[in-house]
């Protein structure tokens, strides 16, 4: 995951409408690969060969169960994605659910996602976009049940 810095204005969403998610210790990001539970030898070689890349949090968008920030240009979030997708084929993003996954960085989870997102939208508006420089991927790992926490940060560009 791309974990995303000075996120405070997103994680006040967060606490109220994805409180257990955050409990948990999983710090608001775009998710790379999940699951995923390979040592991460073989993750920091393919991130060693990729360069620091920025992107902005431009608007907030809602499937019908989620609220999240849109991230753009998302290029890179891609490339970086299919490359774990082709080198880890055992690992199936979502587990397989989705044949194309959207980079984005989630704000609230089991919600009526269109209901929810304009008042999202209206509270996020002074700080938006929000511009993001991927400098590394962080690797969780679950170490007690509902609790999560880095386990490895793996540079890119070496």
Do not use: K
């Not at 210790?25 to 991130?47: C, K, Y």
């Not at 960085?105 to 269109?114: F, I, K, N, Q, Y």
């Amino acid at each position: 995951m791309i974990a995303i810095d000075d996120a405070e204005p997103f994680d006040e969403i967060r606490r109220e409408l994805m409180p257990a998610t955050v409990a948990a210790g999983i710090p608001f990001h775009v998710t790379l690969l999940f699951p995923f539970g390979e040592p991460a030898d073989e993750a920091r070689a393919l991130f060693a060969d990729r360069e620091p890349f920025a992107f902005e949090l431009t608007r907030v968008s809602a499937w019908p169960e989620v609220v999240y920030l849109v991230p753009e240009p998302d290029g890179e979030l891609r490339a970086c994605m299919t490359a774990l997708f082709e080198r880890f084929p055992q690992w199936p993003p979502y587990g397989g659910i989705n044949a194309d996954v959207i980079p984005h960085a989630t704000l609230a989870e089991d919600v009526d996602g269109p209901a929810v997102r304009d008042e999202i939208e209206r509270r996020l508006a002074p700080h938006l976009p929000h511009r993001c420089q991927a400098r590394d991927v962080s690797l969780l790992e679950r170490f007690a049940p509902d609790r999560w926490r880095e386990r490895e940060r793996l540079p890119l560009g070496g």
